[in-house]
């Protein structure tokens, strides 16, 4: 019988070398750790135009201004979970600054942090309320009829709802990772979430928790994001551009506001637990979220790799409202790669910008559209075999 | 009075004994109390706070008792009450030993199964008993005494204080449970990562890089997580504790919420009150501006 070969000496010989090199970045990331960082995020510069309660709109101008610019201003609606500032982490990576640069005149909900006082806020009161509020005063501020729309995750919700609910107001809609149908079991998130008790949990804490949230969110892959992302970090930590933008990122990460206890109730109830929104069966403010009445021109860009809204959690949106004109857009990247990948980052924006600008100069022909009837919608996906994002960039 | 004299002697005739002297003694000192009421600085004193009357009325109404007392029937009566108490103890104290015993059988059993666990990137066949084995010995054994009803002026708040005790040891039971099956995978991953290496070892092929084996094991690790993620036993063992930890912090709440009543500071039922009429209030009122701003 041949004995078995284990290169014992090769083995040997590498974990020497592993701990001189070792050794040798742990006085380097001494130096990096102890010396001036650059981490701050969310620096393009903004104007704070407009408040109410904890809502906060940003006004972003650009540095120069832009040879072609995109006239219908764009209001961005992020989710209550987590923060906006991820859309500006670094500057190379930002969507916000790409945005800007192509001409975009760009406003953003800032939700703020919500506190007990505002565990009754309903997704009418954000919808409704604030959302409505804010898309008046642009118009208003910008003398324009209507805006255009993008939302991202759970923000991309609210602009579903808000453009079914006040189409006239609703230039162009962006979803970005939005989930709309959630009778899926593709990703954890709605396996869990079907059996969670809302009820008792808004009972006990009033508003939902960022903490529990994110732990929540750890445990969707713990392999990952508690132990092989920091082991990451510990090989590359006499990087200073890597340590810096590690840092960045769990700024982000880990700055997480409380989700108003009635919003989450209802979001977990009537979209997890009952799937209400794509049926048109969605009550919010004492009306029906009729998915027909989104007949404005509707781009839907979704991750192959999205483990929090999976593609059969977000591609079935276009087939069910009243607009002609819809475009699924399915990048090869997950739920947050989608914003900060530097690869998404050339195809996700210019993406946006493309459509938003064929679509801005053209004179209103929405009711013209829908007297035309519906044209099939279009579908790009990344091509079979695509790369699967490294996990560490792409928590979610 | 010998030691031979006390343990022979009958316990329900010296009771008798003992009685007859006490309804004599009683009657003698109602009697006194009646005659000295009036005489002596210090009496005089002591009357101002109790009435020879009422004295004498205390005094009677011993002597009527201990009179009552010393009838055949209720001394019987006494006797076998008395002689049911060494009875109680003994079956408390056997509740409790068996209590134990069970508590001792049941942790032998689960670390009997301690080398019985679920196959890897399986996990179907739980061993649902060793899991739920603390919560089992805590729901049967220790949660009934949190339960026990109270009484008097005090109930609620002793209700309240036993129920955030109960509370919180079901969610540390919850808790360990729950932990117990996170910890699986880790284990199930190093079993596979250590059968994978004796096979490389067998085809000549283990990685001369021993960051190599790291890699191996995180994608192991990883694939176990997620079968585990996926098994209705997992959903399960999360739902319940979730659900453990917010029942402990409304027990915590509510028990809290009696200590802050006695003082000058407003509760968190005061405050969501306050903030339920301060959101009717807004909304009523944006409402009312929105109406008037379109005409």
């Known amino acids: 019988m041949e004995k078995p070969k284990i290169p014992v000496d090769m083995i040997l010989k590498h974990l020497a070398e592993g701990a001189g ?3 040798e970045r742990a006085q380097k990331a001494s130096d990096v750790l102890l010396g001036p960082l650059e981490t701050a995020i969310a620096t393009t510069p903004y104007e704070v135009v407009y408040r109410e309660d904890r809502v ?10 832009p040879d072609d610019p995109i006239t219908t201003p764009l209001l961005v609606v992020y989710a209550l979970i987590n923060r906006e500032t991820m859309l500006d982490l670094q500057p190379e990576r930002s969507v916000v600054k790409n945005l800007l640069e192509a001409g975009v005149n760009l406003y953003m909900i800032d939700w703020g942090y919500p506190s007990t006082k505002d565990k009754f806020l309903t997704i009418d009161d954000h919808v409704n309320g604030y959302m409505d509020n804010i898309v008046d005063f642009i118009r208003d501020r910008e003398a324009t009829p209507r805006v255009n729309l993008m939302g991202i995750c759970m923000g991309g919700t609210f602009c579903v709802i808000y453009s079914a609910l006040h189409p006239e ?21 709605h396996i869990w979430m079907k059996g969670l008790d809302a009820d008792a949990l808004i009972r006990t804490f009033g508003n939902m928790p960022g903490d529990l949230m994110n732990f929540g969110f750890l445990l969707l892959n713990p392999a990952r994001l508690m132990i092989d992302k920091y082991v990451g970090f510990l090989e590359h930590m006499d990087n200073r551009a890597f340590v810096e933008n590690f840092i960045r990122m769990e700024k982000w990460i880990f700055d997480s506001p409380d989700v108003p206890g009635e919003t989450f109730r209802q979001f977990v109830k009537d979209c997890y637990q009952q799937n209400l929104l794509i049926q048109g069966r969605m009550i ?9 009445n989104i007949t404005m021109p509707l781009l839907n860009i979704y991750g192959q790799y999205d483990h929090l809204v999976p593609p059969a959690a977000a591609d079935k949106l276009t087939g069910a409202v009243g607009s002609a004109d819809t475009e699924d857009v399915c990048l090869d990247t997950g739920h947050i790669g989608i914003y900060v990948s530097s690869k998404t980052q050339k195809e996700f924006t210019p ?46 | 009075m010998d030691d031979t004299e006390s ?15 006490a309804n004599l003694f009683w009657a003698g000192s109602s009697r006194s109390a009646g005659g000295s009421s009036s005489s002596g600085p210090a009496a005089q004193m002591g009357s101002e706070r109790v009435s020879p009357e009422v004295l004498s009325s205390i005094m009677r109404t011993w ?29 408390v104290l056997l509740s409790g030993v068996q209590g134990f015993l069970s508590i001792q059988g049941q942790l032998m059993e689960k670390m009997a199964n301690l080398g019985s666990r679920p196959e890897a990137y399986s996990f179907k066949h739980l061993d649902q008993e060793a899991l739920h084995a603390w919560s089992d010995l805590y729901e049967k054994e220790l949660r009934r005494y949190f339960n026990i009803p109270q009484l008097g002026l005090n109930r609620f708040y002793q209700e309240r204080l036993n129920q955030a005790f109960d509370k919180f040891n079901i969610f540390t039971v919850a808790l360990i449970e729950f932990m117990n099956l996170l910890g699986l995978p880790v284990e199930n991953s190093f079993k596979v990562l250590q059968d994978q290496v004796d096979k490389l070892t067998r085809e000549g092929a283990v990685p001369e890089d021993p960051q190599e084996f790291y890699r191996m094991w995180i994608k192991i690790l990883e694939g176990h997580f997620m079968t585990l993620f996926k098994s209705p036993e997992y959903t399960s063992a999360l739902t319940t504790t979730i659900q453990a930890l917010g029942e402990f912090i409304s027990a915590r709440n509510q028990m809290l919420q009696d200590a802050l009543q006695s003082l000058p500071i407003p509760t968190s039922r005061d405050m969501d009150d306050l903030y339920e009429e301060l959101y009717v209030l807004k909304k009523r009122v944006k409402e009312l501006e929105k109406s008037l701003a379109a005409k």
């Not at chain 2, 009838?71 to 060494?86: F, H, K, M, N, T």
């Open chain 1, 284 to 292: 919010v403010g004492g009306k029906l979220v009729d998915l027909g």
């Open chain 1, 169 to 189: 107001k609703v230039k162009n809609l962006v979803t970005t990772v939005c989930p709309t149908n959630f009778d899926t079991d593709q990703g954890l998130l």
């Open chain 1, 56 to 65: 906060k709109l940003k006004h972003y101008t650009a540095q120069t201004p």
């Open chain 2, 63 to 91: 002597g009527t008792i201990s009179s009552a007392m010393s009838e055949p029937s209720a001394l019987d009566a006494l006797y076998r009450g008395l002689a049911i108490v060494p009875d109680m103890i003994s079956n």
């Open chain 2, 7 to 21: 343990t022979n002697a009958d316990p329900q005739a010296t009771l008798l004994e003992w009685l007859r002297t």
């Open chain 1, 21 to 23: 090199q070792a050794q």
């Open chain 1, 351 to 396: 993406k946006i910008i493309h459509f938003l600008k064929s679509r801005d100069s053209r004179p209103d022909d929405r009711k013209k559209e829908h007297a035309r009837g519906k044209a099939p919608s279009r579908k790009t996906r990344p091509p079979a075999g695509a790369s699967k994002k490294a996990l560490h960039e792409v928590r979610r």
